[in-house]
């Protein structure tokens, strides 16, 4: 995933749930999504790293905050209306990391990283189905890239 950082610039700026002229992306992928959302006329409303959810970090214990990438709340094919919390991230950091025959900075940096993310994900998805929300990871697979 490409580290392309920048702000976008709604066209639908109505849809947008906070303040449009403060959305930020951290990837081209996530500025594609963004385009997807306020082009897509079944998306209501929608928003970017607007939110928290708490999780408790597995590396250090402590309570912290993790924003996630998309809220999104659009019109379902049953004529109902649905909300996703989206995370955007590269397929390789949703699987958990091989276990290293040598123990290397950069195999524990991988392992920190899947446990905290893993921390986050479950915190979201505890989160959502308190609200009867839906929670997404959405890869370079299910982006179509």
Request: glycine share 4%.
């Amino acid at each position: 995933m490409a580290a392309k950082k920048g702000s976008f610039k709604p066209k639908n700026y109505q849809k947008y749930k906070g303040d449009p002229t403060k959305i930020i992306y951290r990837s081209s992928w996530e500025r594609m999504f963004m385009g997807y959302l306020d082009n897509n006329p079944n998306v209501i409303e929608w928003s970017s790293e607007e939110f928290f959810i708490p999780y408790k970090s597995p590396v250090d214990g402590k309570i912290r905050r993790y924003f996630p990438d998309f809220y999104v709340k659009k019109k379902n094919k049953q004529g109902g209306v649905d909300v996703l919390v989206i995370e955007i991230k590269p397929k390789y950091q949703t699987e958990k990391p091989e276990k290293a025959k040598k123990v290397t900075k950069q195999y524990v940096n991988k392992v920190k990283t899947y446990a905290i993310n893993e921390s986050k994900w479950k915190a979201a998805e505890s989160f959502c189905k308190d609200r009867k929300w839906q929670f997404q990871i959405l890869t370079e697979n299910e982006l179509g890239l």
